[in-house]
């Protein structure tokens, strides 16, 4: 049987542990969903006669907190996906899982809409079709050989090709290095918590350098310059800007997340209505 400073000792772990997860749910590492409140709460009442000392009682008050910041999370992210219409695909799994065949069938016919198309052909459309092709010129009248225009060879300047991009003023790995540093003293200028909003670093005057850079920084995610965070609830993108590049394991299968550059969203953020 365990003492009472075994028991006291074995609550403040669990309750620290309970903060150190809840933290990390609010710090948008977690799924809020992933904290069994039910449990929590067992676990708090469990162990709140033990407490004595002031610390404990502090401990105890931190728990009951974090939780609560949890509930709150947990509340938005069902606010957010009750008012997008969201249906959980894992909920119309259930659902067609307990409806049977006949109630099936019915919801099919009812939603079902073939489209029946009949076609033949008649003497006024083989008529219309003999019109035509003898309307035609013939082949050798429409097949004419174009003769190409002769265009005298000259010379141009590598400064004309580059304003032309037929050719990089740079190496590629050049201007992603550079590209990179940029990110850096934008970071350190603009951001926040070392990460900066997407459209900010992105968003320049015209839409195709907008374009270019939002090209650049894939790379910069693909090479492990830098990385997205993605907040769903929010709808925010950030980027995340490494001191060093991070190699990628080998085997490990990277997430392909596709991130919207439309003219329309360009606008919107020279507006400012888009974050």
């Known amino acids: 049987m365990q003492s009472k400073r075994e028991r006291s000792k074995l609550g403040r772990e669990k309750l620290q542990r309970i903060i150190e997860m809840c933290r990390s749910v609010e710090g948008r590492s977690l799924d ?96 219309e079709a003999l019109r035509y092709w003898a309307s035609l010129l013939p082949l050798k009248e429409r097949w004419k050989e174009i003769t190409p225009a002769e265009v005298e060879a000259g010379f141009t300047t590598r400064e004309e090709l580059i304003r032309q991009r037929i050719l990089r003023d740079k190496a590629f790995s050049e201007e992603l290095e550079s590209f990179w540093q940029e990110l850096k003293q934008q970071v350190e200028a603009k951001g926040k918590d070392e990460k900066i909003r997407y459209w900010d670093f992105i968003g320049v005057e015209t839409y195709e350098d907008t374009v270019q850079r939002a090209f650049m920084t894939s790379f910069l995610v693909t090479y492990g310059y830098a990385t997205l965070e993605i907040i769903p609830l929010e709808e925010e993108i950030f980027i995340r800007c490494y001191e060093k590049p991070i190699t990628k394991a080998g085997k490990k299968q990277l997430v392909s997340i596709p991130i919207s550059v439309s003219a329309d969203d360009w606008l919107k953020w020279k507006r400012g209505e888009l974050e």
Do not use: C, G
Request: proline share 5%; no cysteine; aromatic share 10%.
């Open 32 to 127: 809020p969903f992933l904290v069994d409140v039910d449990n929590v709460i067992h676990t708090v009442k469990e162990y709140f006669p033990e407490w004595e000392i002031p610390e404990d009682l502090n401990l105890d008050a931190e728990t009951i907190h974090s939780l609560a910041s949890v509930i709150k999370l947990q509340s938005e992210w069902i606010k957010h996906r009750s008012t997008s219409l969201y249906t959980d695909p894992f909920l119309l799994e259930e659902k067609l899982r307990h409806l049977s065949k006949e109630d099936m069938i019915e919801v099919f016919t009812k939603t079902w809409h073939p489209i029946i198309e009949m076609e033949q052909i008649s003497i006024y459309s083989l008529t």
